[in-house]
């Protein structure tokens, strides 16, 4: 018997629950403690949690001038300058905006990244090859591979599901 050659939401959310359950058995203690432990001691992790409070902030009070960030000044579109991490910090507003911490809410995106790239692996290989198994095996593989937790402070290195996701369009 052959796998269908679509995917059905029945298979989403179940590899959408295994890699859920990765994210949070493979990022331990981070998972459990996520408004309390981080890797914000990294001037790069301290940019990114920066640019994604940029971000929050200005798409509400003036979303005309994003790129004119606070730095630099006189300089104009000083956003420009770095990674802007447009998508995560729209993502960001309400978590912060509910809990008025950085932390978590880096944390939350970063965790996030993790379970996305995960999922985005997942439907490129199932879409290729209509094998469920190497699919989560794939996914697993993409997203939780040790030169990700070298890079946990680079949040951007955590949000590479959408390539997958592109290249199965």
């Known amino acids: 018997m052959t796998e269908p050659s679509h ?7 179940d590899a959408s629950l295994v890699y859920i359950l990765a994210t949070i058995v493979l990022s331990y203690p981070l998972a459990f403690q996520p408004s309390s432990l981080s890797r914000l001691d990294n001037a790069d992790a301290q940019l990114n949690a920066w640019a994604i409070s940029w971000v929050c902030h200005q798409v509400i009070e003036n979303p005309w001038a994003l790129f004119d960030a606070n730095t630099f000044y ?42 996305i790239s995960a999922l985005g692996m997942y439907i490129l290989v199932r879409t290729l090859t209509r094998h469920r198994g190497a699919a989560l095996l794939c996914g697993i593989f993409f997203s939780f591979a040790a030169f990700r937790f070298v890079r946990l402070p680079h949040l951007q290195m955590q949000w590479y599901g959408f390539l997958p996701l592109a290249l199965a369009c």
């Open 74 to 115: 006189p300089l104009p579109n000083t956003l420009a300058f770095s990674e802007h991490l447009f998508l995560p910090g729209l993502l960001a507003i309400p978590i912060l905006w509910l809990s008025n911490d950085l932390v978590l809410t880096f944390n939350l995106l970063l965790l996030f990244g993790m379970f």
């Open 7 to 13: 995917l059905e939401w029945k298979e989403l959310v």
